[in-house]
């Protein structure tokens, strides 16, 4: 049974899977009542078309901000943070094919699944801190556990990787020609089990380890490591220009100027972020992040999120004026600011739905 291509998710029912096909991104939480059918061993994600999810639809959340207050803006934030930590925490395994683009919003989709198949057609980012916002949807978890400080790199630069360096930094579990694909989802779908081993032998049949190419960022991790280590982002874009100068290696500089366009508000609370995130279990990152965006969205101490979103997605002059404008200009206190709970009365924390231990798998006990 398929759903009509009208529907922003388009569901069939295979014998023992449930194929959810992402048809357009604006409603991400259609996916959560389709989970928890007694019948269905695993759960297969993918995108149509040349995109697994190139994320939220930022635009039409500010323009419901403007429209109806920075609350409406909070609620789909909640929605969507909500059917991420059922992803994270679903008991049966979700196989996502990340066949195309993978960003922002796509990313909270698929990378809290226990399988992530990556093809030559992949392309990861979190490009927020160019939008003024910050990597949300449990990047702070994912991004945090990634080798050396590459984390603290791709979120606050906002990176693209392709398919070969997701699978290389563990962003992907499998790196599968996409011309193999409809056998491997043929093969998912004759699944009768929800045992992780299994499914991962089947996608392994099908799955190839091709080399990264030689001027892959992931190659320079030594390099990463030693300034996204740094305390502050002030003292990493000093270590990268030190770089610069000992190296000469064009993605050094291409990453200092990446780093000087991006909102400096977003790349303080980032970088925090990202860090607190190495310390928490996957649903206290969800519930730190509500708050900034919270925050981010309600625009008390800056309103970079609606200046990002008006020059790179509404004029597209690429040219937004953030404010404050200068990294120095932001302290330790306004970043606290950012994690406090919001002063507003009728304001609550994220509730996240309760997850009783005795069912869940060890992988997904592991990430609580």
Known sequence: ????????????????????????????????????????????????GRSFCAGGDVAAVVHDIRAGGWRAGANFFMKEFTLNYLMATYSKPQVSILNGIVMGGGNGASMHGRFRVATENSLFAMPETALGLFPDVGASYFLSRLPGFFGEYLGLTGARLDGVEMLACGLATHFVPSAKLPMLEAALCAVDSSDPAIISSIIGQYSER?????QSVYNRLDVIDRCFSQKTVEEILSALEREAVDRREGWISTTIQTLKKASPTSL????????VGRLQGVGPCLVREYRMVCHVMRGEFSKDFF??????????????????????????????????????????????????????????????
């Open 268 to 275: 303080k609370i980032s970088l925090r972020s990202i860090r």
């Open 210 to 214: 091709p080399s990264l190419k030689e």
């Open 1 to 48: 049974m398929a759903s009509s291509q009208h529907e922003q998710v388009l569901v069939e029912e295979k014998s023992f899977a449930r194929i959810l096909t992402l048809n357009r991104t604006k409603q991400l939480n259609a996916l959560s009542f389709q989970m928890d059918d007694p019948n269905v061993k695993l759960i297969i994600l993918k995108g149509k």
């Open 307 to 368: 200046e990002g979103c008006r020059a790179i997605l509404l004029d597209k002059d690429k040219n937004p004026k953030w404010e404050p404008s200068k990294l120095e200009l932001i302290t330790d206190t306004t970043v606290d600011s950012y994690f406090s709970k919001v002063k507003n009365e009728d304001w609550e924390d994220l509730k996240l739905p309760a997850r009783p231990k005795f069912n869940l798998p060890p992988y997904v006990i592991a990430k609580l």
